[in-house]
């Protein structure tokens, strides 16, 4: 039981802003508490659009704007809150493992080296780092995160520190070098070439972005092109069997003969697609390695370190594809339909003719593009799913109902069995059901609101990091009759709206990495849009704001 109110304190104790545990909190006059910085970030939007300061949560206004007090009481609890969920660390984590950088300083057994610095070339603990802070001559040494390479700053033929860089020659030198081997060679600090490569790194980075934009869109081209020709080659063999059907026996060998050649060039057709659809895919992901790699390259705080592996980075190959997919204009099977439609009217002695010219048409076939994404509800509920929750991930205060389709916030706790899928820190449910393909469903909230997310299934279930939208493996939507927000991997995107509906709409392409959010009344408005490259398979998401009654239906849709 003491555990279970642990639980509940630290939701209680949330800033609605942020979603995290109050920092720095402070009440205003309404009751309602936040974290200092965003209640502050708040009404500065708010007067930036000349708007009065207000509560985020009941709307209450307030002239003059309130002056911010520390809330004393809330501070304490949040850190007695966090002095109960700490552990003290077990002392092997304060020491050196083989992975880890040790201190230089440390005698006998070395603890990990929390900064490494340039000017001492030394790794240091947290107890040997401390004159860096409190001596005034070291307080200007610079200091870079842990690093096993500091040797490698060292000049192999003088011994000293290389703190400038040879054009000339490409590498890294120190001062006697400049004035020796290298005298009348163009050096220049090793800082003011870093930041010439930086800008160059820089440049690399776009190049490679563009070039995933451009295949993603080819890719989405190319799958809508596959539905496209399936769709087209199916009504055509219908069409044709159709037609065929009233020529009795005399037709019954050219429908045969029809229909083949319609699957046949088909297959051509989509077998192409789809090969190149892959080629496309693995540049993308080769190109994504590369870009992960130029970004970690970009964060190196160590000069020289960055110029030895710049310099050995290999050049951005040219593509092996098309920069785009140009589809030829529209002509379809359809007139695959029309010359059979003519045959059927003409007699036996012209079967021939109409043959040959049937058989041009299936040759001289092309298909052309379609709208992505719906533009109607009538066209979202075309891919429609019925979802339900998974109780073994369901938070302990989150009631299950109508069918495990109803998620209602409980004052007690739930008498759960244990699972290691259950989230334990966080109010939210995972969908039972994956979602793959293109799919559609809708929420209805009741009582403050929360989050409607898309995640993959192995999401942490503890900790802040286990909140949807807090990580890289969930995508979420903040919903409530005030605000709205979008977040993935911490980052909010905060967006307007005039007046948000009670239901959210949730329109998910898997293969396309297309996920859509809209607000659902009379009409349905476009709140956030994402796209991205999913890697799993995913499921659905619910979160709920801590307070009693509070509910969310994913509703049945007809």
Known sequence: MAQQGIQLDQETLCCSICLDLLKEPVTIPCGHSYCRRCINNYWDEEEKEEKIPSCPQCRQTFTPRPVLVKSTMLADLVEQLKKTELQAPPADRCYAGPADVGCDFCTGRKRKAIKSCLQCLASYCEQHLQPHYDVAPLKKHKLVEPSNKLQENICSLHDEVMKMFCRTDQQCICYLCSVDEHKGHHTVSAAAERKERQRELGESRQQVQQRIQDRQKDVKVLQQEVKDINQSADKAVRDSEEIFSQLIRLMEKRSSDVKQQIRSQQKTEVSGAEELQEKLEQEITELRRKD????????????????????????????????????????????????????????????????????????????????????????????????????????????????????????????????????????????????????????????????????????????????????????????????????????????????????????????????????????????????????QPLYAGIWLYPSVGDNATLCKLK
């Open 292 to 535: 992960a790699e130029l970004q970690q390259l970009s964060h190196t705080e160590d000069h020289i370190q960055f110029l030895h592996n710049y310099l050995s980075l290999p050049h951005l190959s040219e593509s092996t594809h098309s920069a785009s997919i140009n589809i030829r204009p529209l002509r379809h099977f359809e007139e695959v339909t029309a010359a059979v439609s003519k045959v059927r009217d003409q007699l036996q002695n012209m079967l021939s003719e109409g043959w040959t010219k049937i058989s041009l048409t299936l040759t001289d076939l092309d298909v052309s593009l379609s709208p992505a994404e719906p533009k109607t509800r009538a066209g979202f509920l075309r891919y429609s799913l019925e979802i339900t929750m998974d109780p073994n991930t369901a938070y302990t205060q989150l009631l299950l109902s109508e069918g495990n389709r109803k998620v209602t916030w409980m004052k007690k706790p739930q008498s759960y069995s244990a699972h290691p899928d259950r989230f334990t820190d966080r109010s939210q449910v995972q969908s039972t059901e994956s979602l793959t393909g293109r799919c559609y469903w809708e929420v209805e909230w009741r009582g403050r609101g929360g989050i409607v997310a898309v995640t993959y299934k192995d999401i942490k279930r503890g900790g802040g990091e286990s909140l949807f939208g807090n990580n890289e493996k969930s995508w979420s939507l903040y919903h409530n009759n005030n605000s709205c927000f979008f977040r993935h991997n911490s980052i909010n995107t905060p967006f307007s709206v005039p007046s948000p509906s009670s239901r959210v709409g949730v329109y998910l392409d898997q293969p396309a990495g297309l996920l859509s959010f809209y607000s659902v009344s009379d009409t349905m408005t476009l709140l956030h849009r994402v796209q991205t490259t999913f890697t």
